[in-house]
C-alpha cells in the first residue's frame, strides 16, 4: 500500500544515529517516522559491553543501550518500522523512499543506514566474533591489555590499528596477504618503527584458531604454501569497510570513492532536502557517540531547512 501522507522527515536506519535523529526530530514535533532496516539497532547489538558511551559508568551492553534509545525516541512519538528501504527517488519534491512494503513521501530526509566492516569471510572468524575477532581496535583494544594480537590488513587503517593496539598489546603481527603494502609511506613507516609490531608479508590468513575464544591464527605462506599457527588472543580485521550507501548513490547522491556520502555543508547531502548522518558519511571516526552526534546534528539541520520554508 503507498502512504499519501507527506511526512516532514523521514529517517532511514535504526543505530545511534538514526535514533538520536529521530530523538531530537521528534522532540521539535517533526513526527519522524523512521525505518529500521534489516538490522534494527545497528552494529551496537554485534557487541556486548560498551564502555565508551558517555553516562555509564559501569558500560553497557551493546543490545541494551540500542534498546534504551529506542524507548526514549518512542516516548516522544517517533514511529519505527521493521521494513527496509530498497530504492529512492530525490528527484523531486516530495522525496519518495520505497521499502519492501510500502512507499513514503517526505519533504526531507536523513541517511544513517552505518557501514559493514569488511571481513575475511572464514567460517572461523565468523565463529569467534565478539569473543577475541574484532574489527574496531578503538572499541575492542582495551580487553586485549598485555595479550598478543594480529592485526589483518596492509593499508593505512591497519597501521593506525596496529599502532594504537601496542598501547594495550604486549605485541602486535600485521599479517598482509600480499608482498608489499598499500599503507601511505608514513604510515609504515610509523608502524615499522614501533618496537611492538611485527609483519608478516605475503601470507594469507586461513583459520581463526580457538573454541570459545581465540588462541591464534594460522597462516599460509604464499610463496612456500607452507602453514603456521601464530599465537594470539585476539584478531583485528583492518581490511575496510563498505557504507550502506549504494541504494542513494543510485537516486543520485553523491559518495566519494569509496562509496561514503558525502556532505556539502554540515549534514546536507548534494541533493535538497536530503541530509545524512553517522557512519555512511564517516570512515575516520566510526564511533556510537559521534554517529550520535551526527544524528542529532541531521535533525537541527532538517528543523532549520523545514523553517526557513514554511
Ligand atoms: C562489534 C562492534 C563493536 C563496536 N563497539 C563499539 C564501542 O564499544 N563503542 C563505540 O563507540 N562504537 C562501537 N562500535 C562502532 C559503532 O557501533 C558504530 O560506529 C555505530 O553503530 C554507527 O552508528 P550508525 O547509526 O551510523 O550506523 P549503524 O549502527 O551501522 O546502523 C545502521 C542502521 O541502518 C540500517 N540500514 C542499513 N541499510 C538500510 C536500508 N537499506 N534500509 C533501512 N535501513 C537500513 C540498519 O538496519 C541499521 O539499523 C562497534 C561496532 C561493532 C561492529
Redesign the pocket.
Known amino acids: 500500500m503507498m502512504e499519501l501522507q507527506v511526512y516532514s522527515t523521514v529517517i532511514?536506519?535504526?543505530?545511534?544515529?538514526?535514533?538520536?535523529a529521530a530523538l531530537y526530530a521528534a522532540r521539535a514535533e517533526l513526527k519522524p517516522v523512521v525505518?529500521?532496516?534489516?538490522?534494527?539497532?545497528?552494529?551496537?547489538?554485534?557487541?556486548t559491553?560498551?564502555?565508551?558511551?558517555p553516562g555509564f559508568p559501569e558500560g553497557i551492553l551493546?543490545p541494551e543501550l540500542m534498546a534504551n534509545m529506542t524507548k526514549q525516541v518512542e516516548r516522544f512519538g517517533a514511529e519505527l518500522k521493521q521494513?527496509?528501504?530498497?530504492a529512492a527517488d530525490f528527484s523531486k519534491q516530495p522525496l519518495v523512499v520505497k521499502?519492501d512494503k510500502t512507499e513514503y513521501r517526505a519533504k526531507t530526509v536523513i541517511i544513517?543506514?552505518?557501514?559493514?566492516?569488511n571481513w575475511l569471510n572464514l567460517p572461523s572468524e565468523q565463529r569467534l566474533?565478539?569473543k577475541g575477532v574484532?574489527?574496531?581496535a578503538?572499541?575492542?583494544g582495551f580487553f586485549f591489555k598485555g595479550k598478543d594480537v594480529i592485526v589483518a590488513g596492509g593499508g593505512d587503517s591497519a597501521m593506525e590499528e596496529a599502532n594504537f593496539l601496542t598501547k594495550f598489546a604486549k605485541t602486535v603481527t600485521i599479517v598482509h596477504r600480499r608482498p608489499e603494502f598499500r599503507a601511505s609511506k608514513i604510515m609504515l613507516k610509523r608502524a615499522q618503527d614501533n618496537p611492538k609490531i611485527k609483519f608478516v608479508a605475503d601470507a594469507t590468513i586461513v583459520e581463526v584458531v580457538g573454541e570459545n575464544s581465540v588462541s591464534g591464527v594460522k597462516v599460509k605462506y604464499n610463496q612456500s604454501g607452507t602453514e603456521e599457527v601464530l599465537s594470539a588472543q585476539g584478531l583485528f580485521v583492518a581490511i575496510g569497510h563498505t557504507p550502506?550507501a549504494k541504494?542513494f548513490a543510485a537516486a543520485g547522491v553523491a559518495v566519494d570513492q569509496k562509496g561514503y556520502i558525502t556532505v556539502s555543508n554540515h549534514t546536507h547531502t548534494n541533493i535538497d532536502g536530503v541530509f545524512v548522518?553517522?557512519?555512511?558519511n564517516?570512515p575516520r571516526?566510526?564511533?556510537?557517540?559521534?554517529?550520535?552526534g551526527?544524528?542529532c546534528m541531521a535533525a537541527l539541520d532538517v528543523e532549520k531547512y523545514l523553517a526557513e520554508r514554511e
Do not use: K, W
Open positions: 532511514i536506519g535504526s543505530g545511534p544515529a538514526g535514533l538520536t525505518i529500521a532496516g534489516q538490522n534494527p539497532g545497528g552494529q551496537l547489538m554485534q557487541t559491553e560498551v564502555e565508551n558511551f551493546g521494513e527496509n528501504v530498497v521499502t544513517a543506514t552505518g557501514a559493514d566492516a566474533r565478539g574484532s574489527a574496531c578503538t572499541c575492542d550502506a541504494i548522518a553517522g557512519d555512511v564517516d571516526y566510526r564511533q556510537a557517540v559521534t554517529a550520535a551526527m544524528g
